[in-house]
């Protein structure tokens, strides 16, 4: 019964507004305001084909939209409808979940089904789903009806019918004070604003009514008093209200009579009343605009408006630049981007770019020599031998086999050479189609290291070069000390010389500007330098301030204490400290 067509719904700016049963013409006409229109319905009334002892299962047909309570003006037309013949195709469910079902029966001697004062109920709870925020219901009224839905549920192939219900056609708001069902032509307006009092009189002349309402009271100081929450708008010739407005801090609703020319009348409504009565619902009102126009200009404005525009060229040339000097950095430096995500050739002419910066002389691409045999992928002739290099970029971590192949290669280079002044080593580019910092930091197993330093060759990884190009460029390590340790074995480590380990702090404060750290036989001073190691890279700190207990102190060798840094420090970040340099006297 409460199944909804979807309609598609653009982003759009405020008031977002529900139209319900509004005539072709009058959507179309809201359509060309700066608003962004649905076009719904409580939906069409439904010829039966009803005889004697004959009845017939519905489904309803209305359209609102799925996500209807992001709205915040709705403008319902209650003596607006549609009339169809009955289609059975239309009213059998072709996907049904669950063991039992709902629907409606439609009886002789019915043989027009309305679905609209069961479907304005439904209307009514979806207005209610609109939490904590003001909008808007504008209604054209009609006559007050009721009708009674006769519900059968089928469990198991059985069907029962439930006890009737009953809806009215006003069920979609709470209150509404119905006084009697009258028809009438004679409008008169009352007294209000000037503005909302000329555009009501200006539609009076073919206006027409069906329904008249009464106005509420309650009991006060002893005695009936009229709602303060109701404005009558327009009365008949009895002084019956016709038209009224209600005021709430979040739920407001208005209802006029029918109006010939609903819309002009909504137009007029909607762009020079209501973003006054209901400024929160128009946050992008453009009733003045006509100030921002050249002949309404102030004194002043050009000139301004000139500089506006010698500035914004002025930047948007400077952007440009900007973007040129991107693009040739990215062009330049891409090489270290290549070392992480790329395999084969690629990843060998990216290392080749690195050690060249890195101040090897001479660099060859062994892709370059013509062999039959198995040869490495890069060699660098050093002053004291030559180093090999073999490359891998995978997709997951090295076998024994990759590690070892650049031993097996060795070998046959001293023994060519007549020497053992060959280093070997090898680079991986590991689960290269993972972002770094989610990539296993050691991908070599114990063993893996343990042979590697058993047959005197080296393993590394691109994600290490990637850190320690960074590390150079911040006067953390030479590059000439970066060179030297290439030729150790085992897995290699860049790291500044002759450091000693201060502590890995797990507990921080002042949003991670203060660490505590337990240290033994380890001298730090104010204005001493730590070196901050995390996933592989480091930064270079000072202390600021020392905390024993709580007390400002100047050093400290032993025990627990607080430290200030120039820079913040989180989980998982090793602190290092320079030796101190021994005086040989």
């Known amino acids: 019964?409460?199944?909804?067509?979807?309609?598609?719904?653009?982003?759009?700016?405020?008031?977002?507004?529900?139209?319900?049963?509004?005539?072709?013409?009058?959507?179309?006409?809201?359509?060309?305001?700066?608003?962004?229109?649905?076009?719904?319905?409580?939906?069409?009334?439904?010829?039966?084909?009803?005889?004697?002892?004959?009845?017939?299962?519905?489904?309803?047909?209305?359209?609102?939209?799925?996500?209807?309570?992001?709205?915040?003006?709705?403008?319902?037309?209650?003596?607006?409808?549609?009339?169809?013949?009955?289609?059975?195709?239309?009213?059998?469910?072709?996907?049904?979940?669950?063991?039992?079902?709902?629907?409606?029966?439609?009886?002789?001697?019915?043989?027009?089904?309305?679905?609209?004062?069961?479907?304005?109920?439904?209307?009514?709870?979806?207005?209610?789903?609109?939490?904590?925020?003001k909008f808007l219901v504008i209604v054209f009224s009609t006559s007050d009806y009721n009708l009674e839905y006769e519900?059968?549920?089928?469990?198991?192939?059985?069907?029962?019918?439930?006890?009737?219900?009953?809806?009215?056609?006003?069920?979609?708001?709470d209150n509404i004070p119905r006084l009697k069902i009258m028809y009438g032509k004679e409008?008169?307006?009352?007294?209000?604003?000037?503005?909302?009092?000329?555009?009501?009189?200006?539609?009076?002349?073919?206006?027409?009514?069906?329904?008249?309402?009464s106005h509420p009271t309650i009991w006060k100081g002893g005695e009936s008093v009229k709602i303060e929450n109701m404005v009558p708008l327009m009365r008949n010739l009895n002084g019956d209200i016709v038209s009224y407005l209600e005021l709430n801090d979040s739920k407001n609703f208005i209802i006029f009579?029918?109006?010939?020319?609903?819309?002009?009348?909504?137009?007029?409504?909607?762009?020079?009343?209501?973003?006054?009565?209901?400024?929160?619902?128009?946050?992008?009102?453009?009733?003045?605009?006509?100030?921002?126009?050249?002949?309404?200009?102030?004194?002043?404005?050009?000139?301004?408006i000139n500089e506006k525009q010698t500035i914004k060229e002025s930047l948007e040339s400077q952007m440009t630049?900007?973007?040129?000097?991107?693009?040739?950095?990215?062009?330049?430096?891409?090489?270290?981007?290549?070392?992480?995500?790329?395999?084969?050739?690629?990843?060998?002419?990216?290392?080749?770019?690195?050690?060249?910066?890195?101040?090897?002389?001479?660099?060859?691409?062994?892709?370059?020599?013509?062999?039959?045999?198995?040869?490495?992928?890069?060699?660098?002739?050093?002053?004291n031998g030559l180093l090999i290099i073999e490359c891998k970029g995978i997709g997951g971590t090295s076998t024994d086999s990759d590690c070892s192949q650049i031993s097996k290669i060795r070998h046959r280079r001293c023994r060519e050479r007549n020497k053992m002044d060959v280093f070997a080593l090898y680079i991986v580019n590991h689960q290269r189609f993972l972002p770094p910092l989610k990539r296993k930091e050691i991908p070599f197993s114990k063993d893996q290291i343990q042979d590697a330093i058993n047959d005197e060759r080296g393993l590394l990884t691109t994600w290490q070069l990637f850190n320690l190009y960074f590390d150079i460029e911040n006067n953390i390590i030479t590059k000439e000390e970066a060179r030297d340790a290439m030729l150790n074995f085992g897995k290699i480590e860049f790291k500044p010389q002759d450091l000693t380990f201060v502590d890995e702090p797990t507990e921080f404060f002042s949003n991670g500007s203060v660490c505590i750290v337990n240290i033994k036989n380890i001298e730090l001073n104010v204005g001493d330098t730590l070196y901050l190691e995390k996933n592989g890279k480091f930064e270079i700190a000072t202390i600021q301030n020392i905390h024993d207990n709580g007390k400002p102190i100047n050093n400290i060798k032993n025990g627990e204490c607080g430290l200030k840094l120039d820079l913040r420090i989180g989980k998982k970040t090793k602190i290092w400290k320079k030796k101190a340099a021994t005086n040989i006297s």
């Open 1 to 133: 019964m409460t199944e909804r067509k979807s309609q598609s719904i653009g982003l759009i700016d405020r008031p977002r507004i529900c139209s319900i049963d509004l005539e072709d013409n009058v959507v179309a006409t809201l359509k060309k305001l700066d608003f962004i229109i649905y076009d719904g319905s409580l939906g069409s009334k439904v010829k039966v084909p009803n005889a004697r002892g004959k009845s017939h299962s519905m489904l309803l047909n209305y359209n609102l939209p799925p996500n209807i309570h992001e709205f915040d003006i709705f403008i319902i037309d209650l003596n607006n409808f549609k009339t169809k013949a009955y289609d059975a195709n239309s009213h059998i469910r072709t996907e049904h979940s669950g063991k039992s079902e709902t629907s409606l029966i439609s009886s002789f001697p019915e043989t027009l089904f309305d679905p609209r004062p069961i479907v304005s109920s439904i209307l009514h709870g979806d207005l209610l789903d609109i939490k904590d925020r």
């Open 187 to 213: 409008i008169f307006v009352e007294p209000i604003r000037e503005d909302f009092e000329s555009l009501l009189k200006s539609h009076t002349k073919d206006a027409f009514y069906h329904q008249t309402f």
């Open 321 to 383: 630049l900007c973007d040129q000097r991107i693009e040739e950095n990215i062009e330049k430096y891409s090489y270290l981007h290549d070392l992480l995500s790329e395999t084969g050739q690629p990843l060998v002419s990216a290392l080749i770019k690195y050690f060249n910066w890195l101040g090897f002389i001479d660099v060859i691409d062994q892709d370059e020599v013509v062999s039959d045999v198995l040869e490495e992928d890069i060699q660098v002739n050093l002053s």
């Open 151 to 173: 519900i059968v549920t089928t469990t198991n192939g059985y069907p029962e019918r439930e006890n009737p219900q009953t809806y009215s056609i006003y069920s979609f708001w």
């Open 257 to 304: 009579p029918q109006f010939k020319d609903k819309g002009q009348f909504l137009t007029d409504f909607l762009t020079d009343i209501a973003p006054s009565i209901y400024p929160e619902l128009f946050p992008f009102s453009t009733k003045f605009n006509w100030k921002s126009d050249k002949d309404y200009w102030l004194p002043e404005h050009q000139n301004l």
